[in-house]
């Protein structure tokens, strides 16, 4: 009985997209979608914000946040959207952007 169950596990763990969770990847377009998607859905909220304006600087704050990625592949969370270092740099970006009118 402890061979069948060694050999199930040695074969969920070798195989992928069996019984194993492996960390998955997203591209560099992606997380640069995901940056300027987590700006707008955090500026959507703050009171009196010309919307206009708003989607400039979320694009400035995307370009500001990418700048400091490197690489073609980032680490995607299993909630499918930012990781504490990405959420950290985006509201970093966002705090050099959005000046106050």
Do not use: H, W
Request: proline share 4%; charged share 20%.
């Amino acid at each position: 009985m402890t061979r069948f169950v060694s050999a199930i596990c040695l074969l969920a763990c070798v195989t992928p997209g069996v019984g194993v969770a492996l960390a998955d990847t997203i591209s560099r377009e992606t997380l640069e979608r995901r940056f300027l998607d987590s700006c707008v859905y955090q500026q959507f909220g703050v009171k009196d914000i010309n919307r206009q304006k708003m989607i400039e600087n979320c694009r400035c704050a995307t370009k500001t946040a990418m700048a400091t990625q490197e690489g073609d592949s980032f680490q995607e969370p299993r909630s499918g959207g930012l990781t504490g270092p990405q959420t950290k740099t985006i509201q970093a970006a966002i705090a050099a952007c959005f000046k106050p009118s």
